[in-house]
């Protein structure tokens, strides 16, 4: 069976800032102007006033200090809260399309492919633009890849999942080299205007080519010596836009069409799943925690990054063990931990071992042991 090797990762950085400053005063503008809209209720106590966001929450609850994104006039306009992006034609290409394909030119000149030398293409993202045709096919022709390309979706762990499908298909023959693109146009989904959430999130796509040991001739290649994903239903992380919304007469804008989760759930529930899910895995390995130099962990809550890492090595994370990319680029969804692996890894050395891991809804846990060639 052929060896699959991680040969080259590229990554797509959103042209704009959010800092949370900016973040937070739109959204007060916002609950202002709707506090005094709905003054009249709320002095009847028929509606709760809408409570201020704050930067010291945002920061010491979640980490995240800023956040980039495709359009930010939209989702700083008090009177709009989400971005403004315009429709494109048919024969255009989409935008999932388009920051995918900048993050895999980014990815194959790294690996020193063309696009020629791609057989397969994964689109794996928490959200698709459309229900068809599939947006990794449409990223295969812009690229001029052969061979087949899919899309799936789960959620948070998108990319992990991918990873092993495509190291899965290396090892069978089935495709030599394989394009995993992560497109997460999270701004699209996120309701900017819930206090809760609204800091959450930021857009960013990562691309990642996994192919066969025998073909790859970058400097920089790193074995997958094993993946291992498991999935535990949760409705804690939930969005139920989809297909079914106009034939059941639901409201297309309404509250649950967007992203929702009962956060404070999340992050105790998650945090023991993904730890014994990375302990379990490198000890089937007959690996050991603190064998690992870097743990390129998902990216969506400081504290839990820094628990996770407690339970498995009794150390905290940032700097060299478990770096965090979450204060500039904040949740990226399935993203996350691969733009942790894009751009933590140049310091490590021949034999070093890591674990990409990803935790998130559904709830779906990914981990991806690697080791530098
Ligand atoms: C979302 C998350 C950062 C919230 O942090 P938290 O410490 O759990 O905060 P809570 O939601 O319990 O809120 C604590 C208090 O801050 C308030 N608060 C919430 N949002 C606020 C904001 N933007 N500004 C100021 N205060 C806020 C709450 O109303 C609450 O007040 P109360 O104690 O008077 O009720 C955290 O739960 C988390 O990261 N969970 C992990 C889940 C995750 O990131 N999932 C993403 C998909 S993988």
């Known amino acids: 069976m052929p060896q699959a090797v991680i040969s080259g990762t590229g990554l797509y950085q959103p042209p704009h800032v959010i800092t949370n400053a900016e973040l937070v005063e739109a959204f007060n ?27 010291e929450f945002i920061e010491k609850a ?53 696009a020629a030398d791609i057989d397969a293409v994964f689109c794996a993202a928490a959200n698709m633009q459309r229900a068809y045709p599939a947006m990794a096919v449409e990223i295969q022709n812009a690229l001029g890849a052969g ?107 309404a509250r649950d069409k967007t992203f929702r989760q009962e956060g404070r759930k999340v992050f105790k529930e998650v945090v023991p799943l993904a730890a014994a899910h990375i302990e379990a895995h490198l000890a089937a390995m007959n690996l050991e925690p603190t064998q690992m130099r870097r743990f390129w962990l998902h990216q969506a809550n400081l504290g839990m990054n820094q628990l996770i890492l407690k339970k498995l090595v009794g150390a905290e994370p940032g700097g060299d063990l478990a770096p965090l990319v979450l204060d500039t680029y904040a949740n990226t969804a399935s993203a996350g931990s691969v733009i942790a692996f894009h751009e933590y890894r140049g310091d490590l050395k021949s034999g070093d071992l890591g674990v990409i891991c990803s935790f998130g809804a559904g709830y779906s846990i990914g981990s991806v042991i690697v080791r530098k060639k």
């Not at 503008?29 to 930067?55: F, H, P």
């Open 29 to 55: 503008r916002y609950a202002t102007l709707q506090n005094e809209k709905n003054a009249d209720a709320i002095a009847r106590g028929e509606q709760a006033a809408m409570t201020m966001s704050s930067v």
């Open 62 to 114: 979640s980490g995240i200090k800023q956040r980039y994104v495709i359009e930010k006039s939209g989702v700083l306009d008090p009177l709009r809260m989400y971005p403004r992006f315009e429709e494109r034609g048919d024969d255009q290409l989409s935008l999932m399309g388009e920051i995918a394909v900048d993050a895999a030119r980014k990815a194959l000149a790294a690996a020193g492919k063309t």
């Open 147 to 253: 061979g087949y390309g899919f899309d799936m979706n789960v959620a948070c762990s998108s990319a992990t999942f991918a990873f092993e499908q495509a190291v899965n298909a290396v090892r069978s023959g089935s495709a030599r080299c394989v394009l995993v693109v992560n497109p997460e146009i999270t701004s699209a989904h996120l309701e900017w205007r819930d206090r809760d959430c609204h800091f959450i999130f930021g857009d960013v796509c990562t691309a990642t080519i996994i192919e066969s040991a025998e073909t790859a001739t970058s400097a920089d290649q790193w074995e997958v010596l094993g993946t291992k994903l498991a999935t535990q239903f949760s409705n804690a992380i939930r969005n139920n836009f989809g297909f079914m919304n106009r034939s059941e007469d639901s409201d297309p804008l």
